[in-house]
């Protein structure tokens, strides 16, 4: 297969034209798969994928991670529905995070796909942390390569009334993670940031929150410099993959009238490798 690209920006991401999702061989995949490490996001339009034929695309991926502490479809555990109605505010995403940092193995890959959409708004922002490392000095590179952050996932972070509805014993504390904050690609070998917002990346392994604060905030507000990132309008039929692994991303909330629906399904990822591990 040739791949018809139209990148979105000078830094990530990329939109592919006329392809069938549901119907590649293993060369068309394993072009598709070369891609997204390449461009960190790929974005196909005019997709008519049911749960199943869904399923079976993340499959070829990797093992579907079923997320620990929102539940999924019925039939599809590892398919969250994201449900925004009008007249409500959806918080679910709307800050910077990379998928499932609050667990010891977190996503490899997050693939979102549009169900129903407002006519305009809903955008999703995505931000390279390889770009972010790069642009550190050597003397912050330096520093932050022995240093591991402590997250854990934020059962009470606000919600729509059906993304709360989701949250499963939130009774019971979500058990935290520890990661480098330099990572390795497991698979390209280029170093990148990892953190999240600072609601889940909690603070540096071994300090306090208010010693981690100042530091935290400013590597996420390096992150998410505008050079850094770029935007993903989507229609109904959009499906878009990324490297969870070097990406941070964020749900716009700017359709306050209006119903959007997603189905997201995430890839089961590795242990996190740091500079020193490697």
């Known amino acids: 297969m040739t791949l018809a690209f139209q990148v979105l920006s000078g830094t990530i991401g990329a939109e592919i034209a006329d392809v069938d999702l549901a119907r590649l061989n293993s060369g068309d995949f394993a072009a598709i798969h070369d891609a997204m490490l390449e461009h960190g996001i790929l974005v196909f339009r005019d997709q008519n994928l049911?749960?199943?034929?869904?399923?079976?695309?993340?499959?070829?991926?990797?093992?579907?991670?079923?997320?620990?502490?929102?539940?999924?479809?019925?039939?599809?555990?590892?398919?969250?529905?994201?449900?925004?109605?009008?007249?409500?505010?959806?918080?679910?995403?709307?800050?910077?995070?990379?998928?499932?940092?609050?667990?010891?193995?977190?996503?490899?890959?997050?693939?979102?796909?549009?169900?129903?959409?407002?006519?305009?708004?809903?955008?999703?922002?995505?931000?390279?942390?390889?770009?972010?490392h790069d642009a550190l000095s050597d003397g912050m590179r330096a520093m932050l390569g022995g240093l591991r952050t402590y997250s854990i996932y934020n059962k009470e972070r606000p919600r729509s009334r059906r993304m709360a509805n989701k949250v499963t014993e939130r009774e019971k504390p979500a058990e935290p993670a520890i990661h480098p904050l330099i990572r390795v690609?497991?698979?390209?070998?280029?170093?990148?940031?990892?953190?999240?917002?600072?609601?889940?990346?909690?603070?540096?392994?071994?300090?306090?929150?208010?010693?981690?604060?100042?530091?935290?905030?400013?590597?996420?507000?390096?992150?998410?410099?505008?050079?850094?990132?770029?935007?993903?309008?989507?229609?109904?039929?959009?499906?878009a993959i990324w490297d969870n692994r070097c990406l941070l991303h964020m749900a716009l909330d700017d359709y306050p009238d209006h119903r959007r629906v997603m189905h997201r399904i995430t890839i089961k990822g590795e242990a996190t490798i740091g500079v020193s591990d490697s």
Not at 71 to 84: A, D, M, Q, Y
Not at 189 to 217: K, N
Not at 226 to 238: I, M
Request: charged share 20%; proline share 8%; aromatic share 10%.
């Open 50 to 132: 049911d749960p199943d034929q869904l399923h079976e695309f993340a499959a070829r991926w990797g093992e579907v991670h079923l997320h620990p502490y929102l539940s999924g479809l019925p039939e599809h555990p590892g398919i969250i529905e994201i449900v925004k109605e009008a007249g409500e505010r959806n918080r679910f995403g709307a800050h910077w995070h990379t998928d499932q940092i609050f667990t010891p193995t977190p996503a490899m890959a997050t693939m979102l796909y549009a169900r129903e959409v407002p006519p305009a708004g809903g955008d999703t922002l995505f931000a390279s942390l390889y770009h972010a």
């Open 185 to 239: 690609h497991p698979e390209t070998g280029r170093r990148a940031l990892y953190i999240s917002d600072t609601q889940t990346t909690r603070c540096l392994h071994g300090m306090t929150e208010a010693e981690s604060r100042p530091l935290l905030d400013y590597l996420l507000a390096h992150a998410t410099r505008p050079e850094f990132t770029c935007r993903v309008r989507w229609d109904v039929g959009s499906l």
